[in-house]
């Protein structure tokens, strides 16, 4: 057996200490032991890395991403951009995740996701886990269908399926079973379309019927497969929540009802607020009181957050990057950084790793723990005090599958 001794301080994917040890079977890929430097046997002639200074922890996940292959926030330009380019401009874009730690993301929509998610399953590829939802699912000139094009050529181009009625959407579902999606992404409310938000005449509108979600839920929850659901909007967040699904993207209009009807039903809460930061327009909406509001996008850093914290939702992290100049990969920690200052560095790291590891059906990843995958991140300094010390310029080594990944700024000691 090839082994490996982490050093460190340990961020476990629950609690924290002090002077601990994470011991990994490297050809096995899994960790062997775990816990308090005196509590843990070592292996003999192990490698060492890490020490003083250090922290282990679960590798990160990012519940919500895409790989538009493109430098701009665009519609049109993320459906135009030929498949083959976008698959290959998105390998750097992986190695960006892999490199700040990242070991697991799931993409909720791109085309070629569904070749990223199998190439990152053979091992071809050097990046994280990728879970795809193969092609995201919508109405009808709905949300991410390009109405300025025309019907025929929009089917073509985009990365979602458009259906309509139940036995539509069920249709729908088995084709991206068919397409070897892990999960299944649908939208139930207006989020990226051609009309700008900022618009005079725009408004919010829920897309979907809850006959339409049930349908989608209870084919992909036949097949196995959780559902991600894109509201925006107090009307379609609860459609999502009466239909089942398993998480809730975005989740802007959160009501004391909506929060407690979402504890009860165990369902994810992934708010996304980086992409929101991210966005010069956006943040505008957010300091200016004068400004219209109508996406709720000051309430989403307000009161949806304190109505997820008062009611103890699980919340977990997704950046909603996309891979563009404005949402660069590589810089995904941001939605785990967005989230400490809401709920406290502690609960944003168990969003990134435990909490996500629950919301994306991964039982033996999110922690540190024996028997569970090595997929671990060692960044120096504490992120239970500082934050910012997850940051990709502080991190010193990633291991995938108890391989070392991406490379360590630490020199590796014999025992």
Known sequence: MSSLVLKGSVFDGEESYENGIVVVDQDKGVITDVGPEDSVDLPYDAKVMGGSGQTI?????????????????????????????????????????????????????????????????EGIIQGPRVLSCAKSLGQTGGDDDPINLPLDIARELAYSYFCDGPWDCRKAVRKLVRDGADVVKVYAATGTTPESYASEGYRLKK????????????EAHRAGLKVA???????????????????????????????????????SYVPTLSVFLASPDLVTFINNKDLPDKLGIRRHFTTDLELAKEF???????????????????????????????????????????????????????YLRKGCEADIVLVRGDPVQNIEAIAPTNVSAVLKNGKIMAPSRDKLNQL
């Open 229 to 267: 659901g894109h509201a925006i909007g107090e009307d379609s967040v609860a459609n999502v929540v009466e239909a089942g699904v398993d998480s809730i993207e975005h989740g802007l209009g959160l009501t004391p009802e909506l929060a407690e009807r979402i504890k009860k039903k165990n369902i």
């Open 312 to 366: 103890g939702l699980r919340v977990v992290a997704g950046s909603d990057f996309g891979g563009t100049e404005a949402h660069p990969h590589g810089q995904n920690y941001r939605e785990i950084a967005g989230l400490a200052r809401y709920f406290g560095n502690k609960e944003a790291l168990r969003s990134a790793t435990s909490n996500a590891a629950e919301c994306l059906g991964l039982p033996n990843s999110g």
């Open 207 to 218: 897309q979907l019927t809850v006959e339409e979600l049930k349908a989608i839920v209870d």
């Open 57 to 121: 922890l679960p590798g990160f996940m990012d519940a919500h991403v895409h790989f538009f292959g493109a430098k701009v926030y665009d519609l049109i330009t993320w459906v135009t951009t030929p498949e083959p380019l976008v698959v290959l401009r998105s390998l750097a874009h992986l190695r960006n995740l892999l490199y700040a730690g990242f070991t697991t993301v799931r993409d909720l929509g791109s085309k070629g996701g569904a070749y990223i998610s199998r190439a990152s399953k």
